[in-house]
């Protein structure tokens, strides 16, 4: 798949900024195998020493990778995580990154969307999610609707926002590919209202499905709908109270996405938002716990501070 090939290159060279000589780890799965190769491949042809390493898929979103796999990742340059289950919260990503690999995890990514995502305009995407990022961390308190029924407030008191620009050239960078939100981690215990996950968030199977989440103090306190919202149900239980925390609220910026049930490019794309239940624990919160799951929330009005940031789903600033 050309479209594959060419992505990949854009990846390694340019948004990773390999340079001949580095050393770069691909860390995949069986559900990845063919992103990853094309990853290790591309890195190979640009003179990287390029290692690829399959590990058993993880169970859940956030849990570890093996501790091989983690002790590995802290030796490299570069770190790219084609894996079916994302390891982007967890202390084996957080701690290669202390040790200055760059990394970039690429979670439930699927060939159609390297080919396309990659495609953005990379430099828009970064100068958007930074403008985002910037009004997060100034906010204070910030309030979501939309029309199937969101209307929760949190308070991002003395957090700091960040943005996924999608280029990591620097030691200790770290975001997804494809790239493009800003987001934050609100303050714990101060969630409250209801958030109508009309995106996607338990997977592609139930791409469609309205999820409603009702919080309370900064916690899901009741998930109500049909199939989707059972599978999250029996994802979250098994973990307790610290799997419901309301640990993330993230805006979309990335033009070229597009809502497929893959959270992974749903949460980017432009004109949605999500809030994630879970961990917090490597962005700036308290909570860990291995699970980190985003639900997408369609068309949103954001306001922070008594300002709108986003109408209808349209970026205003």
């Known amino acids: 798949m050309s479209g594959l090939r060419e992505a990949a290159l854009v990846a390694v060279r340019d948004l990773m900024g390999a340079t001949p000589g580095e050393t770069l780890l691909v860390v995949m799965d069986g559900g990845t195998r063919n992103v990853g190769y094309a990853l290790y491949q591309a890195a190979a042809e640009l003179g990287c020493e390029a290692m690829a390493i399959e590990m058993i898929e993880r169970t859940n979103h956030g849990e570890e990778p093996p501790a091989p796999v983690a002790a590995i990742m802290k030796h490299v340059d570069i770190v790219l995580a084609p894996t079916s289950k994302s390891i982007s919260h967890t202390t084996a990503r957080a701690e290669a990154c202390a040790a200055g690999a760059r990394c970039a995890t690429l979670p439930g990514i699927t060939e159609d969307c390297m080919a396309r995502t990659l495609g953005a305009d990379y430099a828009a995407v970064g100068a958007r999610s930074r403008r985002y990022a910037d009004v997060l961390t100034r906010g204070a308190t910030v309030r979501i609707t939309n029309g199937d029924g969101t209307d929760i407030t949190m308070s991002l008191a003395g957090r700091q926002g960040s943005a996924d620009s999608g280029v990591y050239h620097n030691p200790g960078d770290f975001g997804n590919l494809p790239a493009g939100e800003a987001y934050i981690a609100p303050l714990e215990g101060t969630a409250n209202g209801v958030f109508v996950v009309d995106g996607a968030m338990a997977g592609a199977a139930y791409l469609g499905e309205r999820i409603m989440i009702h919080v309370r103090d900064g916690y899901a306190t ?96």
């Open 222 to 317: 009741d998930i109500r709908g049909e199939a989707a919202a059972t599978a999250l149900r029996k994802m979250i239980d098994p973990l307790g109270r610290p799997a419901r925390n309301i640990a993330e609220l993230g805006i979309g910026t990335n033009e070229k996405a597009r809502i497929t049930g893959t959270v992974l490019e749903d949460e980017k794309v432009m004109g949605t938002i999500h809030i994630a239940l879970g961990d917090n624990s490597h962005m700036g919160g308290t909570v860990a716990v291995p699970s980190h799951l985003d639900g997408i929330v369609l068309a949103p009005t954001v306001v922070v501070d008594g300002v709108t940031i986003m109408e209808l789903g349209n970026l205003i600033l």
